[in-house]
């Protein structure tokens, strides 16, 4: 179970830490010789971050035969690849599909377009893996860019060699197992943005250049168009820091910092702002109306954040969104003060799991010496400020905060070089426990980990995967015909969290449809639209799951 794994994590690492305290030149014979190669290495910056950069995508490439790609599961990783193969195709939406009643799913709109409710930048790495062959080829190559850019802007905060550490720290934590990996809707292209923007700030606050205002406003434009909110909430206290510093400078050092920063960075920031307006205009027909906006407009019963009230019940056409929408997610809302805090603490217990656990909790131990260094109050403050932006949402998982772990490795590395200097009677024993959070943190990912809904957005899960549904498809597509499956879910046993009807950009045109059967409707306008096509009937909660000829059911008799 779950709580057998986190007491093996436990396990482990206060084992390793008690060695590391009361014997901590334990190994240094080895240790040593790989902590100095590593530090050399580290010297060669530029080398550092392309090794950085084709490592994980090398090592999860490597471990294909034993962790075999998962087809998508989860209701916004099909979402996320309708965005990407609308984009693979040239174009940022789709026109509404005339029989879009049988069509219509979770997190996708179909009015006024055909389009994913989500913002524009996961779906746009997924579509680059789709032009290289499969969509996941995004994002290996995202997670890869991801460490790169961690190793370079820990490269401006710390020195070199421990950079490289943080950035391994954050590759075998993030980089092969997670979820981040192995899904279409992880953190990678998010973190990747708040990398960007954290890595330009020290350097601009050094010594302002073009090149780094150009990064912080790229990495800006990526967070508008990942985690808009999240990513606004990381960048304030950043803004406020930068112009600060400009309002510091006089005479040559205010025109510097005004044309080598805050121009071309606000020239970025525009573009990004441009082409998001845009996306909305073609996606909703309002520059202003943002998909998941409009999507919650139409769909959802619930509100957005933690201060607003419940909507009033909806009428569906499909019994799933009832299902979804007006129960499910209406029981988890909270009501009152004690169901808010619980909330809001299992909310930190699922970010406490995800991005530290136990292995790298330890180093926090030292954080007290970080509060000297006004830099590193700043980080923490800003820790705290998108800690609260995200207790105010309803809903959270762990990617929601990928903008801001950027910052928390930029203080975990900093306590783990004040833990290293730790003393006890004489004895080095920071360095034994140093050497005990590098070496649990690099045990973690080896240890087994139970499929449940929990484990699976954890930094070591992959998810289960509709294999039942992928199965079907390639039987199909193995076919000289076209084919029409339609969906028929059972009232009582179905799970809403495994939707099966989800399509191709351009469904016209698509070897395999798929729709749902909704209870009072014929079907017979969509057999209609489709005639040429073979029908199909497949029922999920079959045992089972097989595919049938359609014979449409009289309604008094579903399920």
Partial sequence: ????????????????????????????????????????????????????????????????????????????EYSYLLGADTFSHGRLTNPAHPMWMFFDTFHVLQQPT?????????????????????????????????????????????????????????LTRFAIFSYWMNSYWGGGVAALGGALVMGAVPRILRKPQLRDAVVLGLGAGILANSRPLEGFILCVPVAILILHRVVQQRGSSLRRMLLRVVLPATAVIIFAASFTLYYNWRVTTDPFLFPHVLNSKTYETVPMFVWEELKPPRTYMNPQFDVFYNTFERKAIPRNWEQRQYISLQKLRWSYDFFLGPALILPFAALWPVFASSRTRFLILQILFCLTGALAVIWFLPHYLAPVMATLFIILVQALRYLRTWQSAGRSVGIGLTRAVVISALLMPLLPVDMNTRARFGPFAQSPGN????????????????????????????????????????????????AREIPGMSSQPLLNYFKGRKFWLVEPEADPVQIKPYIELPSHKYE
């Avoid at 436990?10 to 030149?25: E, K």
Wanted: proline letters at 6%; aromatic letters at 12%; one cysteine or more.
């Fill in 467 to 514: 294999w039942e549904r992928e199965r079907i498809t390639r039987d199909l597509e193995g076919t000289p015909e076209d084919h029409l499956v339609i969906v028929r879910y059972s009232r009582t046993r179905h799970n809403v969290h495994q939707e099966w009807v989800y399509n191709r950009a351009d469904i016209d045109r698509a070897k395999i449809v798929w």
């Fill in 114 to 170: 055909y389009a994913s409710k989500y913002p524009p930048a996961q779906a746009a790495v997924l579509a680059l893996g789709e032009l290289l062959g499969h969509p996941w080829m995004g994002v290996l190559l995202s997670m890869g860019a991801m460490c790169a850019a961690y190793l370079w802007m820990l490269q401006g905060w710390l020195p070199a060699r421990w950079a490289l550490l943080g950035s391994i720290l954050v």
């Fill in 1 to 76: 179970m779950l709580t057998g794994r986190i007491g093996l994590d436990w396990m482990i690492v206060a084992v390793l830490a008690f060695v590391g305290w009361h014997a901590p030149q334990l190994g240094t014979g080895w240790l040593i010789k790989i902590e100095t190669y590593l530090g050399r290495f580290a010297g060669h910056r530029r080398l550092a971050i392309a090794v950085i950069f084709l490592l994980p995508i090398l090592i999860r490439l490597s471990l294909l035969p034993l962790l075999p790609l998962q087809p998508p599961y989860i209701h916004d």
